[in-house]
């Protein structure tokens, strides 16, 4: 495809994401938004703080493109702290512009032309870009239905001798399931004796829900070696639009995401990563609030919507719910996005989006409990009150 005059795009098929799209489309319709995954909420007034004090510090010029090494300090350390590993901060770690930078940094380090990486669908939607970026294949395999697990087989039938990236998202956005440790002990068994590296987005590492153990392959004993882990300061401490986030790796594979990252994003916003580090010093356990938090805010979420029709699959972590609307509609999930939108006022997310090739009669969304109560509260009325009232055209009762 020819955008012009010489030039020619690299990526032709890809448009502006459906998160955007919807955000800008309950703006213009004043639609409440539980579609894109951003909180609603007030920051911490106390993190509020910690950028004014690290601005009048001056932390104001280039930090060092690792990133601030009290930062990295401190992740390290609360990474030991929760039972993880130990981390070497100067060698292990780096700090990025979200997890968005790590996850493309990984892939460009270890992905080449010809080469192939695979990932699961329905997948997060920066994977595939930055593969074919880099020269790749993107293969995609679905997590299998109806609870989104691992298809192990289907991966052992994929993986050749050109394979050199496995990604997987643990919890998962936007399935909402999470790997077991049995997961993580297949994953190590096929990647073991090849050039595969494993890149582990675990964003969501803080929210799982009843009792769930986050099983990160940072912690597992032969998966460490070989992986990039990435995390997100904006899921963990509500600051999507701080954009720090950061990836854990073994030295060599960490040497490698630096040669990519400091001709990328070079280093990210100074003050920023000083503010984190200040607060994380003052409040240490400030991690471990965030899994009650989520839960508290699925479970509003779940109740307000007890009797609209909607399935609602338990949600195992991640800060999404699914909604399963088969039973009061009838349509595409791009459809009846469309229709809780103009019709309901309620911007949520269709799940298709996340597939090269969507399932057949997929009739799920996704809404996003990272928001205010009142948020949450009246998205389930609005949209309990559309179902109910069974107007819509296409409406099965
Ligand atoms: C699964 C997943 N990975 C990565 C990211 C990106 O994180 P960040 O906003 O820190 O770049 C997101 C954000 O929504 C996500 O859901």
Redesign the pocket.
């Known amino acids: 495809m020819s955008n012009g005059p010489g030039t020619k795009s690299k990526l032709p098929d890809v448009g502006t994401t459906i998160f955007t799209v919807m955000s800008r489309r309950a703006m213009e319709q004043g639609a409440v938004n539980v579609g894109q ?1 951003f909180p609603d909420y007030p920051i911490d007034p106390a993190l509020a703080t910690c950028v004014a004090d690290a601005i009048a510090m001056g932390f104001n010029q280039y930090a060092p493109m690792e990133g601030n090494i009290g930062l990295r300090a401190a992740i390290a350390m609360g990474i030991g702290a929760a039972g993880g590993r130990s981390v070497d901060p100067e060698t292990e770690l780096t700090v990025s ?5 790590s ?1 493309y940094s990984a892939i460009q380090a270890v992905v080449g032309p010809g080469e192939e990486a695979i990932v699961f669908d329905p997948a ?1 939607d ?1 994977y595939d870009p930055a593969i074919r970026l880099a020269g790749g294949r993107c293969v995609h395999i679905p997590l299998a239905a109806p609870h989104f697990r691992y298809d192990w087989e289907r991966v052992r039938a994929a993986v050749n001798d050109r394979t050199r990236l496995i990604v997987i ?1 643990n919890p ?2 936007p399935a909402t399931s999470v790997a077991t440790a049995q997961d993580l002990d297949t994953l190590a068994g096929l990647t073991r004796d090849r050039a595969i590296t494993v890149l582990a ?1 675990e ?2 590492e803080h929210v799982l829900y009843d009792g769930r153990v986050h099983q990160s392959v940072m912690n597992h004993p032969e998966l460490r070696t070989r992986s990039y882990a ?1 995390y ?4 963990t401490l509500h600051i ?1 639009g701080w ?1 720090v ?1 950061y990836c854990v790796a073994p030295p060599e594979l960490t040497r490698e995401l630096r040669k990519v990252h400091q001709f990328n994003a070079f280093s990210i916003a100074a003050p920023l990563q000083e503010a984190i580090r200040l607060y994380l010093e003052r409040h240490p356990d400030a991690w471990r609030r965030v899994g009650a938090f989520f839960s508290a805010k699925r479970d509003l979420l779940r109740t307000r919507l007890a009797g609209s029709g909607l399935e609602l699959p338990p949600a195992q972590g ?1 800060y999404f719910q699914l909604a399963d609307y088969s039973s009061v509609a009838d349509c595409s999930d791009v459809e009846f996005t469309e229709r809780l939108i103009n019709d309901a006022g309620v911007a949520v997310i269709p799940l298709s989006p996340f597939y090269r090739e969507p399932p057949a009669g997929m009739r799920i969304v996704r809404l996003c409990v990272a928001k205010r109560d009142e948020t949450l509260i009246e998205a389930a009325r609005r949209i309990g009150e559309y179902t109910r009232a069974g107007v819509h055209q296409g409406a099965r009762a």
């Open positions: 995954g512009c979200g997890g968005t930078e996850i997060y920066a998202n998962h956005n987005d964003v969501y990435v997100s300061f904006g899921k999507t954009r986030g991640s």
